[in-house]
């Protein structure tokens, strides 16, 4: 039958993600093995969907069988369950390709979590590793493939150890194969509940009843049966459908086994008609940060599945699950039309609007519903702020912070109620960790007048809050960049105010010669609004990046951080003792102290000065000239 039937059968190794995941399987690290059934059956649908696809641009692929289908066949006598498809079908390269590696980034990092997960039920489908589970419940595994409009049968099989062996179907194998995939379990001996038609339905019902195929299970006399609904759930009205019937939709769609946090169903009609069934899900897939996961949102075209790869909603809504299905766009529409199409662009901007939509309405509910999903994926979310300036009030409305007033999270409404008489900005630091930038001493002029400051520790804080932003007519301002005025906003203990008279002549030599004894370390040195206690604080330029920008950057090596201004606390006894030794002449103390100064604001900043051991000299020798006065 086969061109190649000469072949002596080779034993060919897994790929190593592959023989440590399939060691996983092999010893049931889950509890519940359901699973592998509604993964086979979904690979089964994908496989119907492709070729129902591509039979738009060649029908003669829907030859050689009746109807796109998926099949069940318990064996209780051999001990097997058959699974089988007359979807698109394999080759034997595509075999080897698909069944023996993972082309997936993050397998890593999948696999630890998988190791890690007390009830990593539902990691399986989330990753496209869904085959391999199979082997928890089969201790050798058979797939038979015909690749549509081949007459060429290849069979893969293992025992899910040393690796895996292709070989040329035997005529038996072709017979049952006319199209399409068929994979034999040779069940373990204690899988024997999956050759129980009821075990079968059950899980059928369960996982895979809006699975558009149909799904047949067969009887003890080989007779078939449908045990699925096989409907378009998304195309039916609102009032047919119960909340389990959504939450049995979204696991079917998603892979997943968590609650839906949101649902989103709808029919748009006008100029473009197309439903829509979206899920905001619960819990936070461990690939969330990898922009080139594929599969949210799954396009199709009067029910013809198209792509999951059409980005109907924009990467930072990438953690919505769901289907759109048009009744507009051609059947044979390509990526590049995809990209380009008007339609296609309306449809995004209208799904994107109305999930905005749909979380304002959640964020405005009482009780903890969403500050779930803004645990989940705010840090995702707020990937818009950068991308999205059109939305980008509505975006930060739905933020969620971390501030200085307390437990718990604050929205901008927020703080915006609860601003100071005469303060007129958003203030906020970005760092790495909340409780460091508590610590940081840009918060004393803040904090002596009661001013609420942002504290925002996500990577993307450090991009979006580059853009000039305001929320309702209040600009965003950052502690450690640029200038900083507060004197209008009233101290909360007036009687704690150690400001003196100033000396504009006489801070104006003490802030020059700390310029010149620091050389070319600092950018400018300057007097400080911004400090009540610390004697000093590097902060970054207005028309520059933020501090933490610039360390980020620089750890990626994409260019070398701008020299940091030093600002001094005119008041604090150090600089007033630094002033007396100018004004003394003593020019290695005004050098000691100014370079003090500087190493003190590096370590208060998080950074290590670029010579401890002149740091520690000094610090040495200025306690000593203490102690001896």
């Not at 997936?104 to 890690?116: H, P």
């Not at 539902?122 to 419940?137: C, E, H, T, W």
């Not at 003490?510 to 050389?519: C, Q």
């Amino acid at each position: 039958m086969n061109g190649d039937t000469a072949e002596t059968p080779k034993m060919q190794p897994f790929q190593a993600e592959v023989s440590e995941l399939l060691n996983l399987m092999v010893h049931s690290v889950y509890s519940e093995t359901d699973v592998f059934l509604r993964e086979l059956i979904s690979n089964a649908s994908d496989a119907c969907d492709k070729l129902r696809y591509e039979a738009i641009a060649e029908p003669d692929l829907l030859e050689g069988a009746d109807k796109l289908a998926i099949r069940i066949v318990p064996d209780a006598v051999a001990k097997t369950l058959t699974i089988s498809d007359t979807g698109t079908g394999m080759d034997r390269q595509e075999l080897i390709d698909h069944l023996g590696t993972i082309a997936r980034s993050g397998t890593k990092a999948f696999l630890q979590r998988l190791t890690e997960a007390k009830d990593g039920l539902g990691l399986i489908g989330q990753f496209g590793v869904g085959f391999y589970s199979a082997f928890m419940v089969a201790d050798r595994i058979e797939v038979s493939s015909r690749k549509a409009g081949s007459d060429d049968v290849w069979v893969w099989r293992s025992e899910g150890g040393a690796g895996f062996e292709v070989v040329p179907a035997s005529d038996e194998q072709a017979r049952r194969v006319p199209r399409g995939t068929e994979i034999v379990l040779h069940l373990k001996s204690d899988a024997g509940r999956y050759l129980e038609a009821h075990e079968i339905e059950r899980i059928v019902r369960t996982y895979s009843d809006n699975i558009l195929f149909p799904i047949e299970l067969a009887d003890d006399k080989g007779e078939f049966r449908q045990i699925n609904a096989a409907s378009a759930l998304w195309q039916r009205s609102k009032s047919e459908l119960k909340p389990e019937d959504y939450t049995e939709a979204y696991r079917t769609i998603a892979g997943a086994f968590d609650e839906p946090a949101l649902t989103l169903h709808y029919r748009a009609e006008g100029r473009l008609s197309y439903a829509v069934l979206l899920f905001v899900p619960t819990a936070r897939p461990f690939d969330l940060a990898d922009t080139a996961r594929k599969g949210r949102v799954k396009l199709y075209v009067r029910r013809v599945y198209i792509t999951d790869d059409a980005e109907l909603l924009p990467p930072y809504l990438r953690f919505v699950r769901g289907v759109v299905d048009s009744e507009d766009l051609p059947l044979n529409v390509s990526r590049e039309m995809l990209q380009n199409n008007p339609q296609v662009a309306q449809i995004r901007s209208a799904l994107t609007g109305r999930v905005i939509g749909e979380l304002e309405g959640a964020a405005a509910k009482e009780g903890d519903g969403y500050a779930k999903i803004w645990e989940a994926f705010g840090g995702v979310l707020k990937e818009g702020l950068y991308e999205d300036r059109e939305r980008r009030e509505q975006l930060l409305a739905l933020s969620r912070f971390t501030t200085t007033a307390g437990e718990g999270l604050r929205s901008l409404k927020q703080y915006v109620a609860d601003m100071k008489p005469n303060q007129t900005e958003i203030y906020y630091l970005v760092g790495e960790d909340a409780e460091r930038l508590r610590a940081t001493p840009k918060l004393e002029a803040t904090r002596a007048r009661g001013i609420e400051v942002l504290l925002l520790t996500d990577p993307i804080d450090a991009f979006w809050t580059m853009m000039p932003s305001d929320f309702e007519g209040k600009p965003l301002k950052s502690l450690s960049q640029g200038n900083v005025d507060l004197s209008l906003v009233p101290l909360l203990d007036t009687a704690a105010d150690k400001d003196r008279k100033s000396d504009a002549d006489s801070d104006a030599t003490v802030l020059k010669a700390v310029k010149e004894a620091l050389g070319e370390s600092v950018s400018d040195v300057r007097a400080s609004g911004r400090l009540t206690d610390s004697a000093a604080c590097l902060v970054a330029s207005a028309q520059g990046p933020d501090r933490e920008l610039e360390r980020l950057l620089a750890r990626q090596n994409r260019g070398a951080s701008a020299k940091p201004i030093l600002e001094l606390n005119m008041s604090h006894d150090l600089v007033r003792a630094l002033a007396t030794a100018l004004e003394a002449k003593r020019e290695p103390d005004v050098a000691d102290l100014s370079a003090l100064l500087f190493d003190q604001a590096q370590i208060l900043d998080g950074q290590v000065p670029a010579d401890p051991a002149g740091f520690a000299r000094r610090l040495n020798g200025l306690v000593m000239r203490g102690l001896r006065a």
